[in-house]
Every structure is written in structure tokens, then in C-alpha cells.
């Protein structure tokens, strides 16, 4: 490819392709910030596995940590009141960082974005009647939910995507939240990005949903990376996140952002410290804290709290928008470049799992590679050999069966004798299961772009993927 001639020409031609594109302030950002890549020869492609985290997260965390004295919150102490005013500031900083108003929303913090999940699904008032809508294109932690549905009596239904772009299948969607249940409760889940194929659902969902009667759950762990989520403008009942994957540092902190309305027909299963008033033994009876107290189980995570509001204004200093917009030219160049990688016989070297155009979707890109006679290069094998040149990339199902499922062309009958046995089946069982039901392949390669994401990471990949042209499998 006479692009990939050097990497100066090329970026050259880049830039002249996408002049939105700011490397310079990128170039800035990556040296000041995130300059531990280049020193170690990282070439980072899996950003919706988790986010990096900036040099100046790490300092000013620090700084906060040496400068001070902290003690477990809900106490009139000194060190218990400094640490309860830095949760609360954070708490009201997420609340100011995705334009959501006090008065309508609140922030519940949580281990990660499968933490904020689980609140809703245990907590959701399901029973007979009740319904539970997801689509097929969701992350494990929220196909979970259809546990604590079923075990309450409530149906659960998943709406179609539709192959190759992996978007819903929105007369099924629409039929499906048109089912009339007046007087039970339906909750409607769905991923503002798919961590699979890196569509962008609509958020239009979100209001139609509501309009006929559905509380929807918006799991954004994939999207907010590197898009703007303004809930000002969009109210879902429920967004669920992982901080790590915005900003890296810390792990271990996600937060469910709920409807105060909405949260308020929620039902605990059980009580902890932290989230009652009172609570007897002999009385045997207590009161649930009110707001997000009630849900915040035990002693939050109060020295890494803070450093959640230090990442996001970080990322408020480099702007969404501009991370978006960097993101998006990248994806585009390498799509329409993997398109363009032929075998010397005419047969592409790469199948796409989504779309391949940057028409709302994000920068998480799913692939595998063929070879000259169409056979599948293992995804195994891709990854091993990425490795070996340090990059970073994913494969494999992403915990995400449903997307996988319907963008491998595999059905219900053909899982239908994995499940329900006595003996348990392996991973390895299952793919070898598998194998021979798919159309081409169990599992693929994912590539993800974010924050730091610069023009040799996706020229290098390029090279990369060119090294599998006219190679047998
Ligand atoms: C779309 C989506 N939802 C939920 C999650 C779960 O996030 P966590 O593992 O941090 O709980 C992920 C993680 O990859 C994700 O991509």
C-alpha cells in the first residue's frame, strides 16, 4: 500500500485528509501526559478495556494524599469531615461533568459500571407481569440482570441487532416495547456504545422508551469515554459507568447515576452499614438512608473518590469534544484503510463486525483476518503475534454473547444443548462446540481508540494487519 510508504508521508496525507484533526495539540497532551507509551514502545489499542490515565492524575492524587490526614467518612471528626466534603464535591463534580441537574439526578458510587448493574437488578421492583427489554448488543453485566428478573417472575425479551452493521433491529425494538402492560414495571437496557462493535445506538431510544411506560437503564461504561453524554438533554433513568475506562486511574470506582424519581421505586434486597438510619436487632427492623446513601453499601472508597473528580476534570481541561473528534478521524482512517487490504488474488484480508463508516458509531473497531482461500486466521494467533510487538489489543467475545451471537450467525438451536447440563462445559468445550455451527468464526479482534490514541498507533496496526497479506491460515 503505497500509503503506508513511510510513516511521515503518510501522516502527511492524514492530516491533509482530516484537517479537524489537532496533532499538535495531541503531540502536546501525549508528551506531557502520557509520554510512558513512547518511552516504553507501547502501542495501546485497547482503550474500551480501560482508559490511561495523564501523569497529572497521578501528581495531583498524590499531592492530596501527602498533603493531608483522612479517615473514614460519616463522622464529626476532622479527618472523617474533610474526607465526607471531598466525596460530596466529587459526587456533585460527576453530577456538573455529564450535565446532569442535582435536582433530577443523583450519584451513586459503586466498585465499577457491573457494580451499578447489579443496584438495578437487584434492586428493580420486578415480579409477574413485569417486564425486562434488553437488546442482544449488551455487555454480560447487563444480560445479569435477566437473573433477578426471572427469579422474581418477570419475562425477559432481548431485540435483535441486524448483521453486518450490528444495529437494532428497530421494528423489533418497537414491537417489543409496544407490549402493553399497563400497571407492571418494564425496564429497558441497552448500551449507548456497543463494546463490541463500536455502534452508537440512538439516544432517541431513551425518550420513546419512557414514552410508553419503560424505565431504561443506559449503560454508557462504552461510550463516555470519548463522547459527550449530556443529561440535560437526554433522561435516562438509569447510567451506568466504570471510571477507569474514562480516565484509568483509579480502578475499583464506578457510579450509577440514577433519577431520583425512578430511584425511588427501587427496593434493596438487604441493608449495610452505611445505608440505614437505624437498624435493631431485637427491634428487628431498620430504616434505609434516603438518596444515594441508601444504596452505598459500607464504608466507600474515600482516599480514591476524589481522584475520580481529578481525572474528569482532566478531561474536561482536554475536552470530550476534541478527544471525540481525534478518536473518530483515527477510526476513519483505519477502516477505510483495513478496507482496503486485498490478497493479490482480489479476496479482502479483514471482515468487519459493524459498520464501516464512522455514521454513529465509536472508535472500537471488530475484526478478523482471511486468508487468501477465505480461511480464518485464529484470533489466538492475530493477538499472539501482536504481542510480540507490543501491541495491546483485545479478542475474543468481549463479554458480549449477543452481538457475537448474531454477528457470527450462530441461533438459539445451536446454543440450545450448551446450557442446563449437569456437567459444566469449558470455554474450550464450547468454541470447539461452536466451531462448527458459525459462519466464519468464534470470537474476533477488537481495536479501541481513545484519549491518547495518535496517528503511528493506528499506522502501526496497519502494518501490522499488511503482514497477514497472501499468508496462508
Ligand atoms: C459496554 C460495557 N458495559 C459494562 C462494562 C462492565 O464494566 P466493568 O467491568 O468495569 O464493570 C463494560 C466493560 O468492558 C462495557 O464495555
Redesign the pocket.
Known sequence: MDTLNTLEKAFAQFQHDYPSFDAEALQELRAREYSRLDALGHIYLDY??GGLYAQSQLDAHMQMLRGGVYGNPHSSNPTSLVVTELAEHARAYVLDYFHASPDEYTVIFTQ????ALKLVGESYPFGPGDLYVLTFDN?N??NGIREFARAKGATFAYAPVKPPELRIDEARLEALLDQNHTGHHKLFAY?AQS?FSGVQHSLEWIGRAQAKGWDVLL?A??FAPSNRLDLSQWHPDFV?L?FY?IFGYPTGV?CLIGRRATLNKLHRPWFAGGTITIASVQGDGYYLREGEAAFEDGTIDYLNIPAVEIGLRHIAAVGIEPIHIRVMCLTDWLIKHLLDLHHNNGIPLVHFYGPTNTINRGGTVTINFFDPSGKLFDYREVESEANQINISLRTGCF?NPGAGEQAHGLTREDLADCFGKEERMTFEDFIQAMSGRVKDAVGAVRVSLGIASQFSDVYRFMQFASTFLDRKA
Not at 465499577?112 to 457494580?115: C, E, K, M, Q
Open positions: 474500551t478495556g465499577n459500571a457491573s457494580g455487555h453485566s447487563v448500551p463494546n449503560d461504561a462504552a451506568s466504570s475506562k464506578g463479554c
